[in-house]
């Protein structure tokens, strides 16, 4: 057991006393950012930004493995105490031990007092934030005796349900199904609060969180057709944020999924939206939601933004699906940019999904993202269709899931099938961040059953929603040539000349050039060997 004290100079303590304290200032630093994370935890992305925020990832990453080693030396026989993987850094906590023991002084609160007093770390980012630290600290030992921090995350954002009907079977068994659904695609992609109804003033509830959302849902039928209405609001105040009403064949599965998708994104919209009026601002959830739109936007910046964001998301929720997120992140860097290299780590995304699928081979959004990387690895094509077909299934609500399904059935020649499963992900994409990315999966599934006219239309609809998407323009190329629009295929062999300035369509045969699945199907008989 190793113990150390937060006010005071840093010394950290073995069972004998004696001082097993690393010397240099970032050792220390990095031992204080430790002691002070919820779970003694945090991201090898957030250690470097604190204490190495002057250097590249590369260099960054390097003196952190040094810093690492060092501690371990000054550990001696405790030194496993210590953990790190590819992705964060910790200290054991049953072996480790955090005290709040004001240090004694006859007079006013001094700089000896202060929350690790000696700790001086030359580095802008630090700085500002043990002065902070600091400050919180210092406060609270004043006001009163002093409490531990509790070691534990920013609150979970809340989604309080509340169903309505007209009492007649059909309309029950809509939101019975509605609440199935909804609550399985959102715990999948969060482990948001979900609550089976809105809780009133009184004492008994008092304790429930209500800084949430309050989603209410009617339905009422006539006939074969049902009526559902949702509102979404403020679950304290009331306020209203969203509304809609839609009208749907009561037996239509389809159209269910296709309603409860559109109240899922909803809800997500309303979330990112509006997290400062439910103070969820810096909540894992949150993080990793904006890290998924990121990934959307396919640009260097936006994809090494959303890999810090899902970094600091597992540092404060360890969720295996923001594991898979990041490996799913590095493949579209690769085919967006033929290059990880700007993500400034070496760990690839087979193992990041192998470690995700590890930690819950049961999640619907981990095995969407594995069954796209055994594919496009080169793996087992039947393989890949088990993955996305058994995600589909426990998760037929996301749009994502259900492109990638449709591409692991058009490489196993399964194509009016894939059409149907990329039709049905952008019926359920709506307006959201990755449309571009679902329009391009209804390219490559028109695509292979030679529907060449509907291919070029989702290519094109792709590159108007995102202009420096490449995948899209890789396809209309090839397209615009199949077509005979020699003009055309001009004008985007030199757009994407612009990105790629070694292009020629001949790279299209080549096998280290990311168009995998346009080397399985007729459109590749189209380009000039």
Not at 20 to 28: D, E, F, H, Q, Y
Request: hydrophobic residues 40%.
């Amino acid at each position: 057991m190793l113990s150390l004290n937060v006010f005071g100079r840093f010394r950290i303590a073995d069972p004998d006393g004696n001082d097993r304290g690393p010397r240099s200032a970032k050792a220390r630093g990095l031992l204080v950012l430790l002691a002070t994370a919820p779970h003694y935890s945090r991201s090898r992305v957030s250690l470097q930004d604190k204490l190495w925020s002057d250097r590249d990832t590369k260099k960054g990453s390097d003196s952190l493995r040094q810093t690492l080693v060092e501690i371990r030396k000054a550990f001696g026989p405790y030194q496993d105490i210590l953990q790190a993987d590819r992705e964060k850094v910790a200290l054991d906590s049953s072996r480790f031990k955090v005290s709040y023991r004001l240090v004694e002084s006859p007079g006013d609160w001094s700089d000896e007092q202060d929350a690790f007093a000696d700790i001086d770390v030359p580095d802008p980012e630090f700085e500002e934030w043990i002065r902070d630290t600091r400050s919180s600290l210092a406060e609270k030992a004043k006001v009163s005796a002093f409490e531990a921090p509790r070691q534990s995350a920013p609150p979970k954002p809340a989604i309080f349900f509340q169903f309505h009907s007209d009492n007649q079977s059909a309309s029950e068994l809509i939101n019975a199904r509605m609440m199935t659904l909804t609550t399985a695609s959102l715990h999948d992609l969060d482990d948001f609060q979900i609550f089976p109804h809105i809780p009133h003033a009184s004492p008994a509830v008092a304790r429930q969180p209500v800084s949430g959302l309050a989603v209410s849902i009617r339905t009422a039928t006539m006939g074969r057709h049902s009526h559902i209405t949702f509102t979404i609001s403020h679950a304290e105040t009331g306020r209203l944020y969203a509304s809609r009403t839609e009208k749907l064949v009561s037996s239509s599965e389809e159209a269910l999924h296709h309603w409860c998708g559109t109240l899922v994104q909803a809800i997500l919209i309303t979330l990112r939206e509006r997290k400062d009026d439910l103070a969820i601002s810096n909540c894992a959830a949150l993080l990793a939601s904006n890290a998924r739109n990121l990934i959307f936007r396919f640009d260097r910046q936006s994809l090494s933004e959303a890999d810090r964001h899902l970094s600091y998301a597992y540092e404060r929720d360890p969720r295996p699906q923001y594991v898979a997120w990041r490996a799913f992140l590095r493949n579209m860097a690769q085919f967006q940019h033929r290059s990880t290299a700007f993500l400034g780590d070496e760990i690839t995304s087979t193992e990041l999904v192998q470690e995700a699928l590890r930690q819950d081979g049961n999640s619907p959004g981990i095995l969407s993202i594995g069954a796209h990387l055994e594919y496009l690895g080169g793996g087992s094509s039947r393989g890949s269709l088990k993955l996305a077909e058994r995600a589909a299934e426990l998760d037929p609500l996301n749009p994502i899931n259900m492109a990638i399904l449709s591409n692991a059935e058009l490489v196993l020649d399964k194509l009016k099938a894939s059409r149907r499963s990329a039709t049905k992900a952008l019926e359920l994409t709506g307006g959201g961040e990755h449309r571009a990315f679902v329009e391009f999966f209804c390219c490559m599934s028109a695509a292979a059953v030679s529907d060449y006219d509907a291919a070029i239309g989702y290519a094109e609809a792709a590159l108007i929603l995102r202009p420096a998407f490449r995948a899209p323009l890789r396809y209309l190329i090839a397209l615009y040539i199949q077509k005979g629009m020699t003009a055309h295929a001009a004008r985007a062999i030199d757009q994407l000349r612009l990105l790629e300035p070694d292009f020629t369509p001949a790279r299209f045969l080549d096998d280290d050039y990311p168009v995998t699945t346009m080397r399985r199907i007729r459109l590749i008989d189209t380009i000039p060997v």
